[in-house]
Every structure is written in C-alpha cells, then in structure tokens.
C-alpha cells in the first residue's frame, strides 16, 4: 500500500533552516508529484506547493517563494522540503502528500521555532 | 487565489444523526474537489475526491455532491469515530486552496 513516512519533530531558532524528508513507498515514485502542506497551530491546512519527481519540475505558492527548496531523490523514493529563514509563525506540523490531489498523506512534521 | 469558505465552522451532533458540510468557492472549480477527515494529533484522510467519488475504504454513510461554486459532504447516520474535523480542498487552480474546516462534535 501506498506508505508516505517523514522525518522527525525539528526545533529550531529563528533565522535558521529545516530540511523535512519523506520517503514514499508502495508505488512508483517518480510517476507521482508529492505536496507540501503545513498547518499552523489552530490554523486551516496550508498549500506550500508541489514537486513532480521525474522531472524535477516545482510550483511554490507566492508566500514561500524565495525561502523554500523542494526536492527528490529518485534513486531513494524520497522528497524533501526546505524551508529557510525560519520565523515564530512558520511553527507548525509540515505533511507531505501524493500528487495534487492529495490522496496519501504522511504521519506529518512538528517544526518548532523558538529562540 | 479561489477562496473556500465551509459552513458551519462547528457543528453538535448525536450519533445516528445525519449531518451535511457545506463548501463554497469563490470560483468554478469543475469537479476538482476533495472532502477530508483529520482527528487531533493525526494527518488528514481524504474521504472523497472529484466531488462525489468515495475514496477506497471509506464507509458509505460519507457521500459527496455539489457543482460549479457549491459542494456538499454528507454522512449518514453518524458513528463515534466520526467526530473530527473536515476540510474541502480545490485543486483545480493554484495556489491549491482549502477550506477553514468544520468541527464536528458530539451532543
């Protein structure tokens, strides 16, 4: 069955970088996109954006144009997220999910930024 | 950006009753939208997708409908395991937008 499972809770201060993985099992990898969304504490699901593994090709939304990276290593069925410098409001629970549509989700993220 | 707007935010429920979610978009969305389950502490579980076609696995009391700018989700006499909250998702434009949720609680 289609698996999604994603690195571990991150503390970090502000200013500074975290790298959050997923490593997808179960189906083909590089057929699928995978999708960033996060949720602030409190808050409604939030899209950050998009990567298609087989040819590398992003879609960020507006707001995190500049400060995110997404990646994927085909070799490792395995996206990443990086998001840079990090501020209080960017705490949050990041989850990854199959293609635009979001039909399999990953356990999720916690990203804390506190100094 | 399309906006998504659900009502009612929350809502009381019993178990057995029937319960209907409503999603409005600021624009036409064809069928690309997807109805979402998420319990606290949990990811969210998609539910339906392409307005009305139940996701593999779901029980059958969850059904959705809708066209154009209005979306439905609705379930059928509601079990304990289905107090949580539900979100509408469009993927029809980018940026993907989702609704602000509905918390579903038990009377």
């Known amino acids: 069955q289609v698996q999604l499972v994603q690195s571990g809770a991150e503390v970090k201060k502000p200013g500074a970088s975290v790298k959050v993985s997923c490593k997808a099992s179960?189906?083909?990898?590089?057929?699928?996109?995978i999708t960033w969304v996060r949720q602030a504490p409190g808050q409604r699901l939030e899209w950050m954006g998009w990567?298609?593994?087989?040819?590398?090709?992003?879609n960020y939304a507006q707001k995190f144009q500049g400060r995110v990276t997404m990646t994927a290593d085909t070799s490792t069925s395995t996206a990443y997220m990086e998001l840079r410098g990090l501020r209080s409001d960017d705490t949050a629970v990041y989850y990854c999910?199959?293609?635009?549509?979001?039909?399999?989700w990953g356990q999720g993220t916690l990203v804390t930024v506190s100094s | 950006d399309i906006q998504m707007t659900q009502s009612p935010s929350s809502l009381s429920a019993s178990v057995g009753d029937r319960v209907t979610i409503t999603c409005r978009a600021s624009q036409g969305i064809r069928n690309d939208l997807g109805w979402y389950q998420q319990k606290p502490g949990k990811a969210p579980k998609r539910l339906i997708y392409?307005?009305?076609s139940l996701q593999s696995g779901v029980p059958s009391r969850f059904s959705g409908s809708g066209s154009g700018t209005e979306f439905t989700l609705t379930i059928t006499s509601l079990q304990p395991e289905d107090f949580a909250t539900y979100y509408c998702?469009?993927?029809?434009?980018?940026?993907?937008?989702f609704g602000q949720g509905t918390r579903l609680e038990i009377k």
């Open positions: 392409a307005v009305s």
């Open positions: 990567i298609t593994p087989y040819n590398r090709n992003t």
């Open positions: 999910a199959r293609q635009e549509t979001l039909d399999s």
């Open positions: 179960g189906y083909s990898f590089p057929s699928y996109g």
């Open positions: 998702l469009q993927h029809d434009t980018y940026p993907i937008t």
